[in-house]
Every structure is written in structure tokens, then in C-alpha cells.
């Protein structure tokens, strides 16, 4: 099974900061990494996928980066929209999530 | 615009058999991947199944052995099957949808809550 691994599990921001989340991977997963941000309440919904690709209507405050075994989510300009959990994804074997980023104020 | 919706009965006892069902609206369900995600209280996303139009499916190996996935093309449906229900399976329930292999979940539905309690 491939493990994920988000750091920080949690931090906290003020509007307009450039905040940046990890995701390591216990194995080689080429670029198969995807990012997801889910509001309480709702679904996630997806950002980048194939760990730089901007999905079709999302901000361009939001980029990836990375491949093997490390990837970088980075929001440029915190939004009060962007106070949520990310999570990213491997679909290079099965899929599996990390255990999500939690974004606060 | 395509749109996920699950549905299921809400709440179920334990030892019992949980079925949820994803209807597909706006858009095909051929040539598409249909996946199982759920979410414990407080807790992160863990992915269930996923079927293609084929009838192949890939379990997760922990639910492998009491976890069925379906595919109803005339009624644009998939379902889920899960028996001998526990308490650990109280979660919120996620039907998405993914292009390709390695693609990502670019569609899902709401979610629907299932409680496990007798």
C-alpha cells in the first residue's frame, strides 16, 4: 500500500499569506498526485491534479509542484475561501489520501 | 453539467447489509471510472471501490471481503454493498467519478451520512 503524508496537519494563516502544505509518499508515484479541498460540510472538491496541472475554473493563487515522492501544494494569496482541509491523493497504484491539512485563521 | 447523487436508508443496524446508490445525471456513465470514498467523523477520506463500465473493479483489501460495487447503464446507477456492518462503518459516503486510471476524482456527490446504531 502507498502512504501518504501531509505536514503540517494543521496551521494557521491571516488573509493574503502564502501558505504552502507537503505530501510525501512512502514510494515513487511519478507525478500521479492530486490535490483536494473540502469545506465542512461539502464534498472535496479538486485543485491540481497530476501534481501541477490547475484544474478547469480554480484560482491561479492555487499551484503544485513535485513527483517521486515529494509535492507541494501552495496557495500565493490566503482567500477567507480557502479556510478548509486539503487533502491530496496518489492514484498511481489503487488511490489513497493523505490525512489532510486543516487551514485556519 | 454532470452530477453525482448518493443515496442511502440513513441508518442502519449492526450485522446488517448497507447498500448505497450514486445516480448519474448531466452526463454519461460510459467510459468512466465510478468510485466508493467514504469519510468517518473528524476523520480523513478512505477510498472503498472503484468500477469501470467493463465490470472490472478494485476493492480496498481491508473491505475487499464484505464490499459489492455495481453498474446499471440503463438507469445510470452505481451501488454499494457492504455487509456486516459495524460501528466503524459510520461515515459519510461519497460516490465520485475519474476519467482514466490514474486520473483524478473530478466529479462527486454531496455525500450521504450512514449511521451504524441499533
Known amino acids: 500500500d502507498i502512504h501518504l503524508t501531509q505536514s503540517p496537519s494543521s496551521l494557521s494563516a491571516s488573509i493574503g499569506d502564502r501558505v504552502s502544505i507537503t505530501c510525501r509518499s512512502s514510494q515513487n508515484i511519478n507525478s500521479d498526485l492530486h490535490w483536494y479541498r473540502q469545506k465542512p460540510g461539502q464534498a472535496p472538491k479538486l485543485l491540481i491534479s497530476?501534481?501541477?496541472t490547475l484544474h478547469s475554473g480554480v484560482p491561479s493563487r492555487f499551484s503544485g509542484s513535485g513527483s517521486g515522492t515529494e509535492f507541494t501544494l501552495t496557495i500565493s494569496s490566503l482567500q477567507p475561501e480557502d479556510i478548509a482541509t486539503y487533502f491530496c491523493q496518489q492514484s498511481f497504484s489503487f488511490w489513497t489520501f493523505g490525512q489532510g491539512t486543516k487551514v485556519e485563521i | 453539467q454532470v452530477q453525482l447523487q448518493e443515496s442511502s436508508p440513513g441508518l442502519v443496524k449492526p450485522s446488517e447489509t448497507l447498500t448505497l446508490t450514486c445516480t448519474v445525471s448531466?452526463?454519461?456513465?460510459?467510459?468512466?471510472?465510478w468510485s466508493w470514498i467514504r469519510q468517518s467523523p473528524g476523520k480523513g477520506l478512505e477510498w472503498i471501490a472503484s468500477m469501470y463500465e467493463t465490470g472490472r473493479t478494485h476493492f480496498d483489501p481491508s473491505l475487499k471481503s464484505r464490499a459489492t460495487v455495481s453498474i446499471y447503464t440503463s438507469t445510470k446507477e452505481i451501488s454499494l454493498t457492504l455487509n456486516s456492518v459495524t460501528a466503524a462503518d459510520t461515515a459519510v459516503y461519497f460516490c465520485?467519478?475519474?476519467?482514466?486510471?490514474?486520473?483524478?476524482?473530478?466529479?462527486w456527490g454531496p455525500g450521504t451520512l450512514v449511521t451504524v446504531s441499533s
Open positions: 497530476a501534481s501541477s
Open positions: 465520485a467519478r475519474s476519467d482514466h486510471g490514474t486520473a483524478p476524482f473530478d466529479h
Open positions: 448531466g452526463g454519461s456513465i460510459r467510459n468512466f471510472s
